[in-house]
């Protein structure tokens, strides 16, 4: 991997399958849901693009009211079969756009769509920084195991605090004042 630390001009948050039909079963689901509702609040005030998928809506419904609702205007839904985002037709270059290589990751499952979607983009040439407690499995054990494979290929694997600091850049700003009340506790 060669070294990067974010920054927003460069990122996108890609929000994977967090379709509320799966979530009764994932593991620790309510910390996860809350780390992804500070990311998207980050991306909001930082002005972060977000793309979603949904995995096979009509069978899996789509994503939750409350991810909904938290979602940044302008955020883009992309529908999807395939377990890697990236093997879907027109999905890679979603991403291409406005000279963005840099990408958040976050979602479930952390050991099938998700580590599947980081392989490509590591192989496509993407920055990759997945969101170790944003993201979640059935199973906690292959959950992480799917952090270290993502690790061990070149991923960067760090919390949502990390990555909300490195997308706001530093202290002082508007920005970093309305981001405090998420990290004081």
Do not use: W
């Not at 419904?61 to 955020?75: F, Q, V």
């Not at 040439?125 to 906690?140: E, Y």
Request: charged residues 25%; aromatic residues 6%; negative net charge.
């Amino acid at each position: 991997m060669t070294p990067f630390t974010l920054d927003p001009e460069k990122s996108r948050l890609l929000l994977i399958d967090m379709q509320a039909r799966l979530l009764p079963v994932i593991s620790d689901a309510e910390r996860m849901m809350g780390n992804l509702k500070i990311l998207l609040e980050a991306c909001s005030v930082t002005k972060t693009p977000v793309v979603y998928t949904e995995h096979y809506p009509k069978g899996l419904g789509g994503l939750p009211d409350d991810l909904k609702d938290a979602m940044p205007e302008g955020s883009k839904r992309f529908e999807k079969i395939h377990f890697s985002c990236c093997r879907e037709p027109g999905f890679t270059e979603l991403l291409r756009p406005e000279g963005r290589r840099q990408v958040v990751v976050s979602g479930i499952e952390s050991h099938i769509c998700v580590l599947g979607t980081v392989m490509d983009l590591l192989s496509d040439g993407f920055d990759v920084a997945l969101v170790s407690d944003a993201c979640s499995s059935r199973k906690q054990v292959h959950h992480e195991e799917a952090l270290r494979a993502v690790s061990a290929a070149g991923g960067l694997v760090v919390p949502t605090e990390t990555i909300v600091y490195q997308l706001l850049q530093k202290a002082g700003t508007e920005q970093f004042r309305s981001m405090l009340p998420f990290f004081r506790n």
